[in-house]
């Protein structure tokens, strides 16, 4: 069946202030939402809901919850083609390598080494595959800091498909946590460390920020991987600080060559001094150590 979005465009405060409206709206519908940063530099950014069945209905109650907010916006609709998008997404789904690591689909079993620290993804609703150039330049820094630091205690913040919480405990054979804001996305995470045969070491949970009790379980950790954007990560930086390690790394992603300064900055400001960064493909990836 064919699916429908609605979706139309907020600063990032009323983005997320419609996005929770939405939510809670339709929360036992289970119906997708997704909020994405369309334009950093102008604020805009995009909410969409995704639909089937009475598709007039569900608008009807989008314009009610943005009423209930005392907003009045467009919502546009558009008709999604019927299209198996995961076979479509696999089509050209290539494996990479990022140092020792080999991240694949299920219809690349075949191409790894038996040298490889081989993570099996397939497509799904989580960011993440190790196909961006965010998250391989996390997993070639992730290799060079475990092996040199020996971390035993790590969380994977804001985790998507897990490949990094994975890469993690298939490397140093450590507890891993990992945390997501999006409950799919630990779904996900969780089926991915299963499918890897790391379950027992990744914990996957979803989180918000550093509020939920795990992280005072769990921490102080030796080793934080984020790869998020730039702008969270430098809201998060007194909180890494509290839940870090003295002498433990960092390993921070999801920033455009054009945001390294601001992000090191925040974090030199919480007592952290920059490592190394390495580049690729327009994103960084910084080390930084408390």
């Known amino acids: 069946m064919a699916q429908t979005r609605f979706h139309f465009t907020a600063g990032k405060a009323e983005a997320d202030r419609i996005f929770a409206a939405l939510d809670a709206a339709f ?14 530099a102008n604020d805009i950014h995009e909410v969409s809901l995704y639909a089937d069945g009475d598709v007039d209905a569900v608008e009807a109650r989008v314009n009610d919850v943005l009423a209930g907010l005392a907003l009045s916006k467009p919502v546009e ?48 609703l989580a960011f993440g595959t190790g196909h961006h ?24 913040l804001g985790t998507g498909s897990a490949v990094l919480a994975i890469a993690l405990a298939k490397l140093a054979h450590i507890p891993v946590l990992a945390t997501d804001i999006d409950p799919v996305a630990v779904r996900v995470a969780a089926a991915n460390a299963r499918l890897n045969h790391v379950k027992a ?9 550093f ?29 890494m600080a509290k839940h870090i390690r003295l ?21 030199v400001g919480q007592s952290f ?5 390495l580049h690729r493909e327009g994103w960084v990836t910084i080390h930084l150590k408390r």
């Open 77 to 124: 609709r558009e008709t999604l083609p019927d299209i198996d998008w995961v076979a479509r997404s696999l089509e050209g789904l290539k494996p990479v390598r990022a140092g020792r690591f080999f991240v694949h689909g299920a219809h690349d079993r075949g191409k790894r080494h038996s040298s490889d620290l081989a993570i099996e993804i397939e497509a799904g």
């Open 133 to 156: 150039g965010t998250t391989a330049g996390c997993l070639e820094m992730l290799e060079q800091v475990v092996l040199r630091e020996r971390p035993r205690n790590a969380l994977d």
């Open 273 to 277: 001094r920059h490592v190394r960064t």
């Open 247 to 267: 002498g433990g790394s960092l390993v921070l992603s999801g920033i455009l060559d054009r945001q390294r300064d601001a992000v090191i900055s925040a974090y």
């Open 201 to 209: 070491l990744v914990e996957t949970v979803t989180a918000p920020g």
């Open 211 to 239: 509020h939920h009790p795990i992280f005072a379980r769990r921490a102080p950790f030796d080793l934080i991987v984020a790869n998020i954007l730039a702008r969270p990560l430098m809201r998060l930086a007194p909180e």
């Open 27 to 40: 929360e036992d519908d289970g119906l997708p939402l997704a909020v994405l940063e369309v334009d950093e």
